[in-house]
């Protein structure tokens, strides 16, 4: 039995389908069982509870020999990194309750800091705890920036006429589709060869920057002289904040990531390699954007 997080998510979700298709039996969580539909039709087993909760996480982790753990984000909470603290030590406690053999934590480039990454650090904190349960095989998976958070420019292209964020325009960073994460999540949990406790990272077809990026996405939509700016911390932060996308913590704590880009601190610990460079390409990706684009 595996158990996988996040299951109404892009990487969640993928996961879960691809072991179904396998043959696997899953377990999927959500707060709300009715958005795991899809999932229970194919044959995974529902559960509806709150990760927050120490009873809930242990009784869903009954009987499960394998997980994938993610730490859902709350854009709107008023204290993230703690709720990020409190779910990745009921993780920790129901993992080894239960006796799990396999576990694969999504966490980011940047954890290797532990401190100094903003929105990321709870995942250093996740990794850090996991260190101590020696019995258990455990998978650092370290993706890169999300090709998929480049949606929240949407509104900013819409309504400004540009693309804009607080990270340099010519920073090159890798940056990875959701949909490639699954795939390696879900090949590494049918195999189950990870042994140990171990960092792999997800990188992406190649390292772009929002220069790079704003280019391939304005001749998607047929912008093709759109622009990418580099915004003031704080104007971002509260850019975010008044049009309701997140709270003022969850905007300090991105903040915290895009200085940590900028500075380099979070892009120092990995080498790109054929193998953990992934197919999906901004070009790809740029289609499903302007389609949405289109529509919104």
Request: charged share 20%; glycine share 8%.
């Amino acid at each position: 039995m595996y158990i996988i997080t996040g299951a109404t998510g892009n990487i969640g979700k993928a996961i879960a389908t691809e072991l179904l298709l396998n043959g696997k039996k899953i377990r999927v969580i959500s707060r709300d069982v009715n958005k795991l539909k899809g999932l229970v039709e194919k044959g995974a087993e529902p559960m509806e509870g709150d990760l927050k909760d120490p009873d809930f996480v242990n009784k869903a982790f009954a009987g499960v020999s394998a997980a994938f753990l993610i730490i859902p984000p709350n854009n709107h909470s008023t204290d993230f990194r703690s709720e990020q603290n409190i779910i990745a030590k009921n993780y920790l406690h129901a993992v080894k309750t239960n006796h799990l053999s396999h576990v694969v934590l999504l966490s980011s480039i940047g954890a290797h800091l532990r401190n100094g990454a903003g929105i990321i650090d709870g995942l250093g904190e996740m990794e850090e705890l996991f260190k101590e349960v020696k019995e258990v095989n455990v998978l650092n998976l370290r993706p890169s920036y999300f090709m998929e958070n480049v949606y929240g420019q949407l509104h900013t292209i819409k309504f400004m006429g540009i693309m804009g964020s607080p990270v340099k325009g010519d920073l090159s960073f890798p940056i990875v589709a959701t949909k490639d994460i699954a795939a390696v999540v879900a090949q590494r949990l049918l195999t189950l060869k990870f042994t140990g406790n171990t960092i792999e990272y997800v990188l992406g077809e190649r390292d772009l920057s929002y220069n790079e990026i704003a280019k391939v996405i304005g001749l998607a939509i047929g912008r093709p002289d759109l622009k990418y700016v580099m915004f003031p911390y704080e104007d971002a932060a509260k850019a975010m904040v008044q049009a309701g996308f997140v709270s003022e913590n969850v905007a300090g704590l991105l903040n915290g990531l895009a200085r940590a880009m900028n500075d380099g601190s979070a892009l120092n610990a990995y080498q790109r390699t054929p193998e953990n460079s992934t197919p999906t390409t901004i070009e790809d990706f740029s289609k499903n954007f302007a389609a949405i684009f289109d529509k919104s």
